[in-house]
């Protein structure tokens, strides 16, 4: 099927000839078969790399040349960027959405395209934005996740909430394989699209004693070194192809591209380039290992960190400077990464209370999905490594000739649904029981059961809870409403345990304590807490020792003593101790720390809103936190971060010069002024500093800056960027 003979605009087609896309792949054309083009809706679940993002963005084209709106919802903010990216620039006006939670952000009805999370679009419904009831096209990537035990209820509810707004909403979901799509079609009254084909043939087969058996045949490969993985490497390398190669764990993924470093000694101006902006983004030892192994053409990739090194490596290894990474398989359901061969090195997986276990299916078929670059590979390989002769049929039955796994809907959760019936009811979705009960028949949930005495019972239970609490009021009648308190908690984007919890300790506190809220905040559902290593032990019980007078929690568990530790990770990051000093003592990657000070954000900003409105003596404490948490300072840079344009290694070199407020600023002498902040910026702040003291000020010609002065990105590297809802990355 012919681009030219489709109903797109044709800027579009243009666009996609300049690109070389003049045909459609044969599962795109069974899409507009299926009705694309005529508002049917359809769930696409066909193999990674065989175009389900143009299905999409066709789509979408078209929808808007008829003056509707287009919503996209992705799963990880990484992924919503690069979606940003691929549909900018076509005639059409894209925005994306990864805002701060409470926010309506009305600004983006203007948009054609809204790229959003499912747990951003979330908080948008909850916070009643008008431009989603004028959603008249709806696509869901990766809408297998509605299975995902940690999303999956965030993702169906958002769908269902859509569908009940814009009943003539058309709907497309973009979809891995899985094990039963017919009841997902099903649910959403879909056409269901499913294709084996893709456009570059894929091999899959098991390594083992110098060969890769595939069925029927079998590839010999040369064996210079004594590690499977790296032969496996070096024989992809030899004949143009990159490799991934999936571990379990950081630590792993780290030593491989060390070892893989050593072999490939790969030299070039460009990698010495993507070298350099790692080891300026991460200067743990992490970054440094990193930094090293990329200088080599080798690199890892995992949530540990920061996002500029993630997007070095990302950039490096699609111009194929970099012939190998090593990830977790956070990597396999994110970026868009082919490469000639993935190495599926280790395909079980430690969980808590039951051990090492295989991965699941879909997870291995999403990593095996990686292999083939379009267009510029021949074919695709995916090879799992056996660790015996027995073990090659075995990892042929559990894997290549397994089905993947059904997926199920995650709300029959208690804490999932106290979470998203509050939503409904505090948003006016559901104002009676008999319509909390209606809306959830209609769930995906619900179609997967034959009886629905079991949500039923759950429904009760978690409505009972949101009374008991505080955040629902029901009548006689069987009316219900959200109260202030339960309005709120929504709004923040809350779990009601977590906004119980806040206002609870608030409410009953007689003074502040910093430590005592970090740790709070730690032990609510909605942070997480680093895992508590056995070399954590004895500083997490001298802390409770020395300490304990500080924290407010009292219910000693496991989950009390991570929290110490994440809390004191969150406070080490406030008292100003560099990265690799955290990283040194924790464990931790600089990911992790922005990932914790990102999450903390949110939570204080919450606690903030709880505080003014039921324990308001807090509100100055509280405040001040959350900005100390924002910057990374400590509290005697308070009034100097006040200042925009001040971060926390400018106001720290200010405070250094005697200069520790407004006032101070504006009466130093402007050369050591300029020397620290450059003659604009000097400019600009002592211009904020004279409005905020109630000064006049005649802000004369600056003296000339010095070299001395804090280069414009220097602040922001030691701060993590301020876009919250960073989910799963």
């Given at each position: 099927?012919?681009?030219?003979?489709?109903?797109?605009?044709?800027?579009?087609?243009?666009?996609?000839?300049?690109?070389?896309?003049?045909?459609?792949?044969?599962?795109?054309?069974?899409?507009?078969?299926?009705?694309?083009?005529?508002?049917?809706?359809?769930?696409?679940?066909?193999?990674?790399?065989?175009?389900?993002?143009?299905?999409?963005?066709?789509?979408?084209?078209?929808?808007?040349?008829?003056?509707?709106?287009?919503?996209?919802?992705?799963?990880?903010?990484?992924?919503?960027?690069?979606?940003?990216?691929?549909?900018?620039?076509?005639?059409?006006?894209?925005?994306?959405?990864?805002?701060?939670?409470?926010?309506?952000?009305?600004?983006?009805?203007?948009?054609?395209?809204?790229?959003?999370?499912?747990?951003?679009?979330?908080?948008?419904?909850?916070?009643?934005?008008?431009?989603?009831?004028?959603?008249?096209?709806?696509?869901?990537?990766?809408?297998?996740?509605?299975?995902?035990?940690?999303?999956?209820?965030?993702?169906?509810?958002?769908?269902?909430?859509?569908?009940?707004?814009?009943?003539?909403?058309?709907?497309?979901?973009?979809?891995?394989?899985?094990?039963?799509?017919?009841?997902?079609?099903?649910?959403?009254?879909?056409?269901?699209?499913?294709?084996?084909?893709?456009?570059?043939?894929?091999?899959?087969?098991?390594?083992?004693?110098?060969?890769?058996?595939?069925?029927?045949?079998?590839?010999?490969?040369?064996?210079?070194?004594?590690?499977?993985?790296?032969?496996?490497?070096?024989?992809?390398?030899?004949?143009?192809g990159q490799c991934l190669v999936f571990v379990s764990s950081r630590r792993s993924a780290e030593a491989y591209a060390k070892r893989a470093a050593a072999v490939l000694k790969k030299k070039s101006a460009d990698l010495d380039g993507y070298a350099e902006r790692i080891a300026k983004a991460d200067t743990t030892p992490s970054g440094k290992v990193l930094?090293?192994?990329?200088?080599?053409?080798?690199?890892?990739?995992?949530?540990?960190?920061?996002?500029?090194?993630?997007?070095?490596?990302?950039?490096?290894?699609?111009?194929?400077?970099?012939?190998?990474?090593?990830?977790?398989?956070?990597?396999?359901?994110?970026?868009?990464?082919?490469?000639?061969?993935?190495?599926?090195?280790?395909?079980?997986?430690?969980?808590?209370?039951?051990?090492?276990?295989?991965?699941?299916?879909?997870?291995?078929?999403?990593?095996?999905?990686?292999?083939?670059?379009?267009?510029?590979?021949?074919?695709?390989?995916?090879?799992?490594?056996?660790?015996?002769?027995?073990?090659?049929?075995?990892?042929?039955?559990?894997?290549?000739?397994?089905?993947?796994?059904?997926?199920?809907?995650?709300?029959?959760?208690?804490?999932?649904?106290?979470?998203?019936?509050?939503?409904?009811?505090?948003?006016?979705?559901?104002?009676?029981?008999?319509?909390?009960?209606?809306?959830?028949?209609?769930?995906?949930?619900?179609?997967?059961?034959?009886?629905?005495?079991?949500?039923?019972?759950?429904?009760?239970?978690?409505?009972?809870?949101?009374?008991?609490?505080?955040?629902?009021?029901?009548?006689?009648?069987?009316?219900?409403?959200?109260?202030?308190?339960?309005?709120?908690?929504?709004?923040?984007?809350?779990?009601?345990?977590?906004?119980?919890?806040?206002?609870?300790?608030?409410?009953?506190?007689?003074?502040?304590?910093?430590?005592?809220?970090?740790?709070?905040?730690?032990?609510?559902?909605?942070?997480?807490?680093?895992?508590?290593?056995?070399?954590?032990?004895?500083?997490?019980?001298?802390?409770?020792?020395?300490?304990?007078?500080?924290?407010?929690?009292?219910?000693?568990?496991?989950?009390?003593?991570?929290?110490?530790?994440?809390?004191?990770?969150?406070?080490?990051?406030?008292?100003?101790?560099?990265?690799?000093?955290?990283?040194?003592?924790?464990?931790?990657?600089?990911?992790?720390?922005?990932?914790?000070?990102?999450?903390?954000?949110?939570?204080?900003?919450?606690?903030?809103?709880?505080?003014?409105?039921?324990?308001?003596?807090?509100?100055?404490?509280?405040?001040d936190l959350e900005i100390r948490i924002e910057n990374g300072v400590k509290a005697e840079l308070l009034p100097l971060i006040s200042l925009r344009g001040i971060g926390r290694i400018r106001a720290r070199r200010l405070f250094n010069r005697g200069i520790t407020t407004p006032e101070e600023l504006l009466a130093a002498d402007t050369r050591d002024v300029?020397?620290?902040?450059?003659?604009?910026?000097?400019?600009?702040?002592?211009?904020?500093?004279?409005?905020?003291?109630?000064?006049?000020?005649?802000?004369?010609?600056?003296?000339?800056?010095?070299?001395?002065?804090?280069?414009?990105?220097?602040?922001?590297?030691?701060?993590?960027?301020?876009?919250?809802?960073?989910?799963?990355?």
């Open positions: 099927m012919k681009i030219d003979s489709l109903p797109l605009p044709i800027s579009l087609r243009t666009k996609y000839s300049a690109l070389g896309i003049t045909e459609l792949y044969p599962p795109q054309a069974e899409c507009v078969d299926a009705g694309l083009f005529e508002r049917k809706n359809l769930l696409v679940a066909i193999p990674t790399a065989s175009g389900k993002t143009l299905v999409a963005e066709m789509a979408m084209q078209k929808e808007i040349s008829d003056g509707g709106k287009c919503l996209y919802i992705v799963p990880l903010k990484a992924l919503a960027a690069e979606k940003y990216e691929d549909f900018s620039g076509k005639e059409v006006k894209v925005g994306i959405a990864t805002g701060d939670p409470d926010q309506r952000d009305e600004y983006l009805g203007r948009y054609d395209i809204i790229v959003a999370t499912s747990e951003k679009t979330d908080s948008l419904l909850r916070n009643r934005s008008e431009w989603l009831k004028r959603v008249s096209l709806l696509v869901v990537d990766e809408i297998h996740l509605i299975g995902d035990p940690s999303r999956g209820a965030t993702l169906e509810m958002v769908i269902a909430k859509l569908r009940y707004q814009n009943p003539s909403m058309q709907i497309i979901g973009l979809s891995a394989t899985m094990g039963n799509p017919e009841e997902l079609a099903k649910w959403l009254n879909a056409q269901l699209i499913t294709s084996e084909w893709r456009p570059v043939d894929l091999r899959e087969g098991v390594y083992h004693n110098g060969a890769i058996h595939f069925h029927g045949t079998e590839r010999i490969v040369p064996t210079p070194k004594k590690d499977d993985d790296l032969n496996l490497l070096l024989d992809t390398v030899e004949e143009g930094a090293n192994a990329v200088k080599n053409g080798a690199a890892f990739h995992h949530a540990g960190l920061p996002r500029p090194a993630r997007e070095a490596v990302e950039e490096g290894f699609r111009k194929g400077d970099i012939q190998v990474i090593a990830s977790t398989p956070t990597l396999a359901a994110g970026l868009n990464l082919p490469a000639r061969r993935v190495i599926i090195r280790d395909y079980q997986r430690y969980e808590a209370g039951v051990g090492m276990s295989p991965i699941p299916v879909m997870e291995y078929r999403q990593m095996a999905g990686r292999a083939g670059r379009p267009r510029l590979d021949p074919y695709g390989e995916a090879v799992l490594i056996a660790k015996d002769r027995g073990a090659v049929d075995r990892l042929f039955e559990e894997f290549i000739d397994a089905p993947a796994e059904n997926i199920s809907s995650q709300c029959q959760k208690e804490n999932e649904l106290r979470n998203h019936l509050l939503a409904l009811i505090a948003t006016g979705f559901a104002s009676t029981r008999s319509e909390v009960e209606g809306f959830m028949e209609k769930s995906f949930y619900a179609s997967q059961k034959a009886t629905h005495r079991r949500l039923d019972r759950n429904i009760g239970k978690a409505l009972e809870y949101l009374v008991q609490s505080g955040m629902i009021t029901e009548e006689a009648d069987g009316s219900m409403w959200g109260t202030q308190f339960g309005v709120l908690a929504s709004r923040l984007y809350l779990d009601p345990e977590t906004a119980s919890m806040l206002r609870e300790m608030l409410e009953k506190q007689e003074t502040f304590s910093t430590f005592g809220m970090l740790h709070l905040l730690c032990m609510t559902p909605d942070m997480f807490r680093f895992y508590l290593k056995a070399s954590d032990e004895r500083l997490v019980d001298q802390v409770f020792s020395e300490r304990g007078d500080e924290l407010w929690c009292e219910e000693l568990s496991e989950e009390f003593f991570a929290a110490v530790k994440t809390a004191l990770v969150a406070e080490a990051w406030c008292e100003e101790v560099p990265e690799e000093i955290i990283c040194e003592n924790f464990g931790v990657g600089a990911g992790d720390i922005h990932a914790v000070v990102e999450n903390l954000r949110w939570l204080m900003h919450a606690a903030g809103r709880i505080a003014h409105e039921f324990a308001p003596r807090f509100d100055a404490d509280v405040r300029v020397a620290i902040l450059g003659n604009v910026l000097a400019k600009n702040v002592l211009e904020q500093a004279a409005k905020k003291t109630g000064k006049t000020m005649e802000i004369a010609e600056l003296p000339e800056e010095k070299n001395e002065t804090v280069p414009a990105t220097a602040s922001e590297e030691a701060k993590p960027q301020k876009t919250l809802f960073d989910f799963g990355e």
